[in-house]
């Protein structure tokens, strides 16, 4: 079993910066993608960035390039998700997974197999 604890969120106004950690815990990882979505009220989750262990390779969704920058220090089994000039639009509960398999950086949700609980990051205008 894997435990995701994630960490970070909170209120802030626009034009700020949250920095979100999730940390993984339960089982030995080996090649392993975290990820890290969100879900507005009232909408599907969405993919926000994604991580390969090498740390090299990442990807993130559109909205997002250019602000949030993803990274992980793998003794710690820690994934952090650094978010800068945060927008109103930016506001949802964000939650970090865990891909045991990747072929890729998976955008789809179904693809992940473990979940954190979530953290609520509110930005306001």
């Known amino acids: 079993q894997v435990q995701l604890v994630e960490s970070g969120g909170g209120l802030v106004q626009a034009g700020g910066s949250l920095r979100l950690s999730c940390a993984a815990s339960?089982?030995?990882?080996?090649?392993?993608?975290m990820g890290w979505f969100r879900q507005a009220p009232g909408k599907e989750r969405e993919f926000v960035a994604g991580?390969?262990?090498?740390?090299?390779?990442?990807d993130y969704a559109d909205s997002v390039k250019g602000r949030f920058t993803i990274s992980r220090d793998n003794a710690k089994n820690t994934a952090y998700l650094q978010m800068n000039s945060l927008k109103p639009e930016d506001t949802a509960v964000y939650y970090c997974?865990?891909?045991?398999?990747?072929?890729?950086?998976?955008?789809?949700?179904?693809?992940?197999?473990?979940w954190g609980q979530g953290t609520q990051v509110t930005v306001s205008s």
């Open positions: 991580i390969r262990r090498s740390g090299v390779d990442t």
């Open positions: 997974a865990v891909d045991l398999r990747p072929v890729v950086i998976a955008r789809s949700a179904r693809e992940y197999d473990y």
């Open positions: 339960g089982r030995s990882f080996t090649n392993y993608v």
